[in-house]
Nanobody, 128 residues
Framework: QVRVVESGGETVKAGGSQRLSCAES????????MAWFRQTEGKEREGVAT??????????DSVKGRFILSRDNAQDAQITMTLQMNSLKPEDTAIYYC???????????????????WGQGTKVTVSP
């Protein structure tokens, strides 16, 4: 496991944008698949997007074309992953979690069980 910490969640109006960041430290950056998940009360945690060590991304259908995921492996022992969220909708309201899994490729995709390192979450609220 590695330590991951999210930041950036806040309240924004529908149609607006927001950027979330996740910092990972403790292991060589390119050795990890990183992902964002989100969860609302009473619902299961759902995958939003993944990014492999080489920068390959995969998005859940509802966020395709609106969210952009990127990562910076420049520092050998730290990753900064950024989720740029555009055209936000009220249904995007959730607690967003950063997750990491050892392995340069995201073989587990958007399945939460694949990831063994999780942040505390950051809340995103999109008002109508």
């Amino acid at each position: 496991q590695v330590r991951v910490v999210e930041s950036g969640g806040e309240t924004v109006k529908a149609g607006g944008s927001q950027r979330l960041s996740c910092a990972e430290s403790g292991s060589p950056a390119r050795d990890f698949c990183m992902a964002w998940f989100r969860q609302t009360e009473g619902k299961e945690r759902e995958g939003v997007a993944t990014i492999a060590g080489d920068g390959t991304t995969h998005y859940e259908d509802s966020v395709k074309g609106r969210f952009i995921l990127s990562r910076d492996n420049a520092q050998d022992a730290q990753i900064t992953m950024t989720l740029q969220m555009n055209s936000l909708k009220p249904e995007d309201t959730a607690i967003y979690y950063c997750a990491a899994a050892r392995g340069a490729y995201c073989y587990g995709g958007l399945h939460s069980a694949y990831y063994d390192s999780w942040g505390q979450g950051t809340k995103v609220t999109v008002s109508p």
